[in-house]
């Protein structure tokens, strides 16, 4: 792999190497850019990846650890944050990123999700807004996303999908039980199942295997590369152009500015903990929707003394979540459903917010299981069944392969007071401010999720389980994996914090690209991050091209 | 899921650094190697068989083996000297608080492995609401389904009462319904 030296203006320093930054540095490199890209997490490759549900879910191996970067919980603004006893927000800590270890629901967006501000109107409490972009100017990058990374769907199996100029590039994987079970019970409803879009290879792909089912997706690294994680797909081909270096173990805390008010580079650790300065022409951060801003306040100056880009004090506001819950049902017959992938049919009949229902919001179901032995083992069992003891150990015995889940996958409203800022005590293990999550569902999203709960429920039963049951304990909602809209794209420099490409409207040489840009949120994210990651690529290329970053 | 410590996603609030991942590992490597059984490195050997005594009726042998036979108390050993390093106090303390409740309950007995499985059973019950309890059957539960490597789930115990296998390639059908032939 290339090497720069760290006095060496490189063209682009890309901050983060997940789902987004993965791209940026494949699509700059083979630009004909010079690339360096910092990770806070190790390069794992194949070969590191095990089915070792203690290491990877327990003890938090691909992803954030309490204990190591802390992050505090509160409600709201008039409470003192706290660690929360569970993570509150999770995200991917490696080369690769959370594409990596994700699930690989691949969905793209709606047109309207785009203007539903102007569809629906203003929400009390909330700031929905339009994005400043549409759908148009989106499909292309769509379409480049699923061809480039390798995704697996029935292009209008579903309904109400929005336009596409070409079907996926490879066919959907098997369906399973839970499948079966939900295509019928929902036809049966009178909905409409289609197959759900996978980041998963159903068939060979530029050199790359098939899906073998083995079933460890959600917080697994792919042995066999089927899942079309960076890692997977763009990274090696970036690292092959000889212009890109990959530093893992390389945390930043700080970005740099001159006099002029431009970026200069970045101030990480390294792994033995050591200050680097890394120099570069233009700086692009791609650390996921809690980091990136994070990262913003931590380069608070002089001339910039509320952090960087956040003129406006918009910096860390508007955060969304993943938003929904899980109905568990069990089955007379064996499912089997630790096997192969976690999610094989969707519907999104109920995708689309309806004023009728008296709430702003809506969302699609799946049916999943994403439970593994010790989880389901603590987690898994009907809230009236046994903790321990015999019947207990009959019950999981008997019940392990006959279950089966729904999960409602739900808009989140943005709120101005749900944000990522910097915790005023609490310091992580390498001495920089704890992130601090402030956060709070909107009575939208409190009402919509209730009614996708009802809609599960009618599901699961029309499917024929013995016995259904929702979870709505106290921490049914976390860890958030889906962190968004921290630094908000709009065309007014008031309301948000980067422009339709994504530069900052107060740093003309830096740009933000992942969850932190997204206007709005529903259900599945990474498909549209990712693509305006592309879609950014080629912007920032064409403008270095000008020299006008 | 609130009833147990666990979230949707299914994750534990244990949060240490990735080098106690591997030590528990490369610890719990050791003791599988070595026979006769693994000496302990941090219960003392009367711990242990208390605790041993609990987790076997957490997860009791029946028709088929249990925490005993799977190994759980060399997994909470390890646990105990790796990851959870910080959690002993609640077994010293909780192991104390336990054998007073058995003393009152049964005043005549010695300690609780002697007890009888009723009495086993009817002493769990009393405890059962404590963060103590909470935390032994949380380690049972990991030690015998998680990965025999930590020193549970021996000889895959666990993994076979639930009809789970760890494998790299399946082929459709997985299950009894996507078998069956198109309605």
Same mark, same amino acid.
């Given at each position: ?41 190790? *390069? =794992? ?44 927000? =999770? ?61 697996? !769907? ?66 697994? !690294? ?49 792994? !033995? ?106 987690? !898994? ?5 046994? =903790? ?67 809609? =599960? ?76 990651? *592309? ?15 | ?45 009367? $711990? ?38 910080? &959690? ?27 007890? #009888? ?7 769990? #019950?009393?405890?059962? &609401? ?29 993994? &076979? ?18 078998? $069956?032939?198109?309605?």
């Amino acid at each position: 792999m290339k090497q720069y030296r760290p006095d060496e203006e490189v063209d682009f320093l890309v901050i983060g190497a997940g789902a987004a930054g993965g791209i940026m540095a494949k699509e700059l490199t083979t630009a004909g850019f010079s690339v360096v890209v910092l990770e806070q997490g190790p *390069y =794992q490759r194949e070969k590191d990846f095990e089915h070792d549900e203690i290491k990877n879910i327990v003890l938090s191996g691909m992803t954030n650890q309490l204990g190591r970067e802390p992050h505090t919980y509160r409600a709201s603004e008039s409470e003192t944050a706290k660690v929360p006893n569970q993570k509150f927000i =999770q995200y991917g800590r490696q080369v690769g990123g959370g594409s990596v270890h994700f699930t690989a629901n691949y969905w793209r967006l709606w047109e309207s999700d785009f203007h539903q501000k102007s569809k629906f109107g203003s929400v009390a409490g909330a700031a929905l807004a339009d994005w400043p972009i549409t759908y148009a100017d989106l499909e292309p990058y769509y379409t480049k996303t699923e061809e480039e990374l390798g995704v697996s !769907g029935l292009a209008g199996a579903n309904p109400f999908e929005a336009w596409r100029s070409k079907p996926y590039p490879l066919p959907p994987l098997p369906v399973k039980s839970s499948g079966v079970l939900f295509e019928r019970a929902t036809r049966k409803l009178g909905l409409h199942p289609f197959p759900t879009p996978m980041a998963i290879l159903s068939q060979p792909y530029r050199g790359r295997g098939a899906c073998l089912h083995c079933g460890f997706c959600e917080y697994f !690294g792919c042995e066999v590369r089927a899942k079309s994680s960076t890692l997977a797909t763009v990274i090696p081909i970036a690292e092959k152009t000889g212009r890109c270096e990959i530093r893992p173990n390389s945390y930043t805390r700080k970005i740099e500015t001159n006099p002029d008010g431009r970026v200069t580079g970045a101030v990480y650790f390294d792994a !033995g903990r050591r200050e680097v300065f890394q120099r570069a022409k233009c700086v692009v951060v791609c650390a996921n929707g809690s980091e990136t801003p994070r990262l913003l306040l931590m380069s608070a100056s002089n001339r910039f003394p509320h952090g960087l880009a956040n003129s406006n004090g918009l910096v860390g506001k508007y955060l969304m979540v993943d938003a929904g819950y899980e109905v568990h049902g069990t089955f007379e017959h064996p499912l089997n459903e630790y096997k192969s992938i976690q999610a094989t049919r969707v519907i999104h009949d109920f995708y689309e917010p309806d004023p009728k229902r008296g709430f702003y919001g809506g969302g699609g179901i799946d049916a999943r299981f994403d439970f593994y032995p010790v989880s389901f083992a603590l987690a !898994g069992l009907p809230p009236d069944a046994p =903790q321990w003891g015999s019947e207990w150990k009959a019950m999981i015995g008997r019940n392990f392969n006959r279950t089966m889940t729904l999960l409602a996958h739900a808009t989140c409203l943005a709120r101005e007071q749900n944000s990522i800022s910097l915790d005023p005590n609490l310091k992580d293990a390498w001495g920089l401010p704890a992130m601090r999550v402030t956060f709070d569902f909107h009575p939208d999203d409190v009402s919509n999720m209730k009614f996708l709960l009802d809609r =599960q429920m009618e599901i699961m039963q029309a499917a024929g389980a013995q016995k259904a049951w929702p979870d709505t304990g106290d921490n049914a909602l976390v860890p958030h994996n889906h962190l968004l809209g921290t630094c908000r794209m709009g065309n007014d420099r008031k309301t948000s914090v980067v422009d339709r490409y994504h530069r900052t409207h107060d740093v003309p040489n830096l740009f933000l690209v992942d969850g932190s840009s997204l206007v709005t949120a529903c259900c599945q994210p990474t498909c549209t991050i990712q693509t305006l990651a *592309y879609r950014a690529a080629d912007h920032l290329a064409q403008q270095a091209r000008q020299n006008a970053i | 899921m609130s009833h147990v410590p666990l979230t949707r996603r299914h994750l534990l609030a244990l949060s240490p650094f990735a080098a106690a991942i591997v030590a528990a590992q490369q610890h719990a490597h050791q003791a599988a190697r070595s026979t006769p059984p693994p000496p302990l490195s941090v219960l003392l050997p009367q $711990e242990a068989q208390e605790i041993e005594a609990i987790a076997a009726q957490i997860i009791p042998a029946d028709d088929t083996p249990g925490a005993r036979e799977a190994g759980v108390i060399y997994f909470i050993d390890r646990a105990l000297a790796t990851f959870d390093q910080d &959690k002993r106090a609640i077994y010293t303390d909780g192991l104390k608080d336990t054998q007073a409740k058995r003393a009152a309950l049964f005043p005549s007995s010695q300690s609780i492995a002697a007890l #009888q499985p009723a009495e086993q059973i009817r002493l769990l #019950q009393a405890i059962e &609401k404590t963060a103590f309890f909470d935390l032994v059957r949380t380690h049972t539960v990991l030690a015998f389904f998680g990965d025999p490597k930590y020193g549970g789930n021996r000889d895959q115990i666990g993994w &076979k009462l639930i009809g789970f296998e760890d494998r790299f390639h399946f082929e459709p059908p997985f299950g009894y319904y996507d078998a $069956e032939p198109k309605a």
